[in-house]
């Protein structure tokens, strides 16, 4: 008989070697669903994780895996701080587009002016108002205890209706024949803002996300606020004894996750997106938190989560086009990445066990005669 027993401390090994385990569970996972939707299993996978990078069509591909990573290493980065304090923020999807609106509202109250100034601007308010956003779930857990996991989660419907709110109505282009969005975004960033580097899709998103990964970097490892996030996290007791306030933690993780999920929003809004739409949040908000996971909350392995699914969804719009994949089985296939991360985080704490069967109790017959 297999058990499950309790590891002395967390396996070093397993922490950092689940990740590329998970992938690859979920690559063998991923070729038997398609293989069941009567498509061939080792063509979709390479369609998905190889032909973005090296296939006929890399060349305009492989500069979209920074447009689309950025966001997501971005929101992620901040979500990594209150995770490893045991502080859930699940609402980066609402502060993502809150702060794409509020950055969008600062631009357009300047049209048609064309000043550098308003694109810095238009950052910091994107920032404020994915931070002001965040504050709701934190003050409400400070002042009243709620659980910031519903809250902050609830809330992304709030900002859904007022992302509608404001594509039909005050954010609406007065140009635009009746047409639900804003006017285009992009005059204010500039056009440096869509590539800074050509063919490199580096643009000033992906420059804040590579910022933000190194100033967490610096934080986890050298200042006091990293320290006592990692504390709290690691054991609450130990951080009350050296005097970490719990109702600071949570603020400033949740203003910190909140405003850079804000930034990220903003960004996508004047780059990638160009306007405010109905359809502007695409998800981002959630994928971040596999990547967060996938990442281990760490700064460094964020990054390279971040580009890994930022790959699958190139590679899964590939896969829609050329192989007539739905987008269903996309979807699903990115959400087996947490399933199968998740399953595997186990071995970090337990290891398996093989345990002979106890022997059967003798019958009160048997019992009897041997009396």
Known sequence: MIILERRPAPSRLWTWATPPLAVLMTMIAGGLLFAALGKDPLTAIRTIFW???FGPFAGFTRPQLLIKAAPLILIATGLAFGFRAGIWN????????LGALTGAAVGLAFYPAESRLIFPLMVLAGALGGLVWA??????????????ILVSLMLVYV??????WAALGPLRNPEGLGFPGSRNLRQWASSANLELIPGTGLHWGA???????CAAYGLFARHVFGFAVRLAGQSPRAAAFAGISPSHLVIGCMGLSGALAGMAGLFEVTGPAGQISIDFAVGYGFTAIIVAFLGR???????AA???????YIGGEMAQLQLGL??????????MLLFFLLAMDVLTTYRLRLKGRPAPEPSSAAAEGAR
Request: hydrophobic content about 60%.
């Open 51 to 53: 032909d973005p990078l």
């Open 90 to 97: 699940i609402g980066a999807e609402g502060q993502y587009i």
């Open 135 to 148: 504050m709701i779930p934190a003050l409400l857990r400070v002042r009243f205890g709620t659980n910031e």
């Open 159 to 164: 900002a859904s209706n007022l992302l509608a």
């Open 207 to 213: 420059v804040a996300a590579l910022v933000a990964v």
């Open 297 to 303: 909350l760490h700064p460094l392995g964020i990054l």
């Open 306 to 312: 971040g580009l890994l699914m930022a790959l699958t």
């Open 326 to 335: 739905p987008a269903a089985a996309i979807q699903l296939f990115q959400g």
